[in-house]
């Protein structure tokens, strides 16, 4: 089966990555904050004023690349946008994250693209809660994600563990857990995951579940929906009430 890709979502994230780079090598010291935080801030402020552009195949890929006069005027496009973004986005920074400059990431995905050992990329955790006995979406409650007994590290600062799940995300919730090496390319792992839900009012919900994967040459740079493990509609009972509906 075929996957819808946004093309435009390439060009993006690719451009910024290189006028990133081009500030770090400044030594102004009034230069445009790099930390990873304003990376996808600013990624995100260009999407969100670009018109989507969507493949669905090999020979797709092959057409938008044969754009000519017509793409430099797009990456020219693109780059007034993204230095639109880097105005907002310096002039109102995200309180409460530490804004230092991490071009190459960090942890395990930095040590990856340094070194060039191969890792397991853990596809972004999706998934859904509900009110088991009326059906609506929950909120107010915490959600983790867990491993062998422990919280799952983030690939980022942008990621939650544990999660709490506020009233506007409809019940929806992720995590996108930080690579973990691996021995080689194309090793083969099972990785096995536990969301665990807790809420006064409810029973504690413990969904365990697998994701096969193999090693990988790098760490995956950003998110795709290529890279997205779906869980089923997960649902909260009030003591006892789980036992009568099952």
């Known amino acids: 089966m075929e996957e819808l890709h946004n093309t435009m979502e390439d060009l993006v994230v690719s451009r910024v990555g290189e006028i990133f780079e081009t500030i770090n090598k400044e030594s102004s010291a009034n230069r445009y904050c790099t930390c990873e935080q304003c990376r996808m801030d600013i990624i995100c402020y260009t999407l969100n004023r670009l018109q989507p552009h969507y493949i669905v195949s090999s020979r797709g890929v092959f057409r938008a690349q044969q754009t000519g006069i017509e793409r430099q005027q797009q990456i020219a496009d693109i780059t007034a946008l993204i230095h639109e973004g880097f105005k907002q986005v310096f002039h109102n920074q995200r309180p409460n994250f530490a804004h230092a ?36 979406p929950i909120s107010d409650v915490d959600i983790e994600l867990v491993c062998n007994g422990e919280l799952v590290p983030m690939k980022d600062g942008n990621w939650q563990n544990p999660l709490h799940l506020v009233h506007n995300t409809d019940g929806n919730f992720s995590f996108w857990p930080a690579p973990v090496k691996a021995h080689a390319v194309d090793e083969p792992r099972i990785f096995e995951y536990t969301v665990r839900i807790t809420a006064p009012e409810f029973e504690t919900l413990s969904h365990f579940f697998k994701v096969p994967l193999t090693g990988e040459a790098h760490a995956a740079g950003s998110f795709s929906l290529k890279r997205t493990f779906k869980l089923p509609h997960l649902y909260l009972f009030p003591p006892g009430e789980a036992e009568k509906n099952g």
């Open 101 to 136: 400059p991490s071009p190459a990431g960090t942890g395990v995905q930095a040590q990856a693209q340094e070194k060039k050992f191969p890792v397991f990329n853990i596809p972004v955790v999706i998934g859904r809660l509900f009110d088991g006995n009326s059906f609506a």
